[in-house]
Protein backbone atom coordinates (compact mmCIF):
# COMPACT_ATOMS: atom_id res chain seq x y z
CA UNK A 1 0.00 0.00 0.00
CA UNK A 2 1.05 3.56 -0.86
CA UNK A 3 1.78 6.42 1.60
CA UNK A 4 1.37 10.24 0.33
CA UNK A 5 4.55 12.29 0.61
CA UNK A 6 4.55 15.74 2.17
CA UNK A 7 7.96 17.65 2.66
CA UNK A 8 7.42 21.08 4.19
CA UNK A 9 10.58 23.65 4.64
CA UNK A 10 10.05 25.29 8.27
CA UNK A 11 11.99 28.28 9.59
CA UNK A 12 12.44 27.21 13.33
CA UNK A 13 12.43 22.93 13.99
CA UNK A 14 11.39 22.69 17.22
CA UNK A 15 8.78 25.04 17.24
CA UNK A 16 6.88 23.08 14.38
CA UNK A 17 8.13 20.01 15.90
CA UNK A 18 5.86 20.60 18.56
CA UNK A 19 3.11 22.03 16.42
CA UNK A 20 2.79 19.25 14.35
CA UNK A 21 3.15 16.72 17.08
CA UNK A 22 0.05 17.96 18.58
CA UNK A 23 -1.79 17.58 15.75
CA UNK A 24 -0.72 14.50 14.90
CA UNK A 25 -0.97 13.15 18.49
CA UNK A 26 2.40 11.87 17.66
CA UNK A 27 5.95 12.66 18.33
CA UNK A 28 8.45 12.36 14.85
CA UNK A 29 9.60 8.93 14.00
CA UNK A 30 12.58 10.18 12.96
CA UNK A 31 14.15 13.35 14.78
CA UNK A 32 17.35 15.33 13.82
CA UNK A 33 18.99 18.66 14.08
CA UNK A 34 17.57 19.29 11.07
CA UNK A 35 14.97 17.14 9.78
CA UNK A 36 12.00 15.19 11.25
CA UNK A 37 9.49 12.70 9.77
CA UNK A 38 6.29 11.56 11.06
CA UNK A 39 5.07 7.87 9.57
CA UNK A 40 1.67 8.14 9.76
CA UNK A 41 -1.39 5.79 9.89
CA UNK A 42 -4.11 7.68 10.06
CA UNK A 43 -3.77 9.37 7.45
CA UNK A 44 -1.64 7.38 5.83
CA UNK A 45 1.32 9.81 4.76
CA UNK A 46 4.86 10.32 5.43
CA UNK A 47 5.16 14.06 6.84
CA UNK A 48 8.49 15.75 6.83
CA UNK A 49 9.73 18.68 7.92
CA UNK A 50 13.63 20.29 7.22
CA UNK A 51 15.55 23.58 7.76
CA UNK A 52 17.99 24.32 4.74
CA UNK A 53 20.27 28.02 5.18
CA UNK A 54 18.28 29.83 2.40
CA UNK A 55 15.06 27.92 1.56
CA UNK A 56 11.68 29.59 1.38
CA UNK A 57 9.52 28.01 4.04
CA UNK A 58 6.23 26.44 2.86
CA UNK A 59 5.45 23.37 0.94
CA UNK A 60 8.78 22.07 -1.41
CA UNK A 61 7.65 18.61 -2.75
CA UNK A 62 4.99 16.33 -2.86
CA UNK A 63 5.49 12.39 -3.49
CA UNK A 64 4.32 9.11 -3.04
CA UNK A 65 6.38 6.15 -0.73
CA UNK A 66 5.96 3.00 -2.67
CA UNK A 67 6.01 -0.27 -0.17
CA UNK A 68 8.58 -2.45 -2.82
CA UNK A 69 10.41 -1.81 -5.81
CA UNK A 70 7.11 -3.50 -8.24
CA UNK A 71 5.32 -0.69 -6.89
CA UNK A 72 7.59 2.22 -7.55
CA UNK A 73 8.07 0.77 -11.08
CA UNK A 74 4.33 1.01 -11.63
CA UNK A 75 4.01 3.96 -10.36
CA UNK A 76 7.07 4.93 -13.09
CA UNK A 77 5.06 3.65 -15.76
CA UNK A 78 2.30 5.60 -14.94
CA UNK A 79 4.48 8.91 -14.78
CA UNK A 80 5.84 8.08 -17.99
CA UNK A 81 1.86 7.76 -19.49
CA UNK A 82 1.16 11.49 -18.40
CA UNK A 83 3.55 12.75 -20.98
CA UNK A 84 5.46 14.21 -18.21
CA UNK A 85 9.27 14.69 -17.56
CA UNK A 86 10.63 12.17 -15.71
CA UNK A 87 13.67 11.24 -13.97
CA UNK A 88 15.01 8.07 -12.58
CA UNK A 89 17.51 8.18 -9.37
CA UNK A 90 18.70 4.68 -8.29
CA UNK A 91 20.42 4.86 -5.03
CA UNK A 92 20.02 8.40 -3.48
CA UNK A 93 20.91 9.48 -0.71
CA UNK A 94 18.23 11.87 1.05
CA UNK A 95 16.41 13.17 3.85
CA UNK A 96 18.32 9.95 6.26
CA UNK A 97 17.73 7.86 4.07
CA UNK A 98 18.89 5.39 0.61
CA UNK A 99 16.03 5.32 -1.96
CA UNK A 100 15.04 4.91 -5.74
CA UNK A 101 13.33 7.68 -6.98
CA UNK A 102 11.50 9.28 -10.15
CA UNK A 103 11.03 13.16 -9.93
CA UNK A 104 8.61 14.78 -12.17
CA UNK A 105 6.92 18.16 -11.93
CA UNK A 106 3.13 18.67 -12.12
CA UNK A 107 1.75 21.40 -14.56
CA UNK A 108 1.81 24.08 -11.73
CA UNK A 109 5.58 23.34 -11.37
CA UNK A 110 5.27 21.59 -8.17
CA UNK A 111 7.64 18.95 -7.56
CA UNK A 112 6.86 15.14 -6.87
CA UNK A 113 8.67 12.47 -5.81
CA UNK A 114 7.98 8.72 -6.32
CA UNK A 115 10.23 6.89 -4.18
CA UNK A 116 11.00 3.16 -2.19
CA UNK A 117 13.30 3.22 0.66
CA UNK A 118 16.04 0.84 0.66
CA UNK A 119 17.83 1.97 3.98
CA UNK A 120 19.16 4.58 6.15
CA UNK A 121 22.03 6.70 5.39
CA UNK A 122 23.46 8.76 8.60
CA UNK A 123 23.75 12.08 6.52
CA UNK A 124 20.91 14.25 4.95
CA UNK A 125 22.69 13.88 1.84
CA UNK A 126 21.41 15.86 -0.73
CA UNK A 127 22.17 14.15 -3.53
CA UNK A 128 22.54 16.22 -6.49
CA UNK A 129 22.30 13.80 -9.44
CA UNK A 130 18.77 15.58 -9.23
CA UNK A 131 19.10 18.47 -11.20
CA UNK A 132 18.52 16.69 -14.32
CA UNK A 133 14.59 17.49 -13.90
CA UNK A 134 13.88 21.17 -14.33
CA UNK A 135 12.51 21.92 -10.68
CA UNK A 136 11.97 25.64 -9.94
CA UNK A 137 14.87 27.29 -8.03
CA UNK A 138 13.04 27.11 -4.40
CA UNK A 139 12.38 23.62 -4.26
CA UNK A 140 14.62 21.91 -2.16
CA UNK A 141 15.76 19.64 0.39
CA UNK A 142 16.50 16.61 -1.51
CA UNK A 143 14.38 17.16 -4.46
CA UNK A 144 15.65 18.35 -7.72
CA UNK A 145 16.28 22.27 -8.31
Not at 37 to 66: C, E, Y
Amino acid sequence: MKRLHIHVAVHDLQQSIRFYSALFAAEPAVKKHDYAKWMLDDPRVNFAISTRPGRTAGIDHLGIQAENGAELEELGVRLAQADVALTAQKGASCCYAKSDKYWTLDPQGIAWESFHTLDSVPVYGEDRRSRVVPVRETAGACCPK
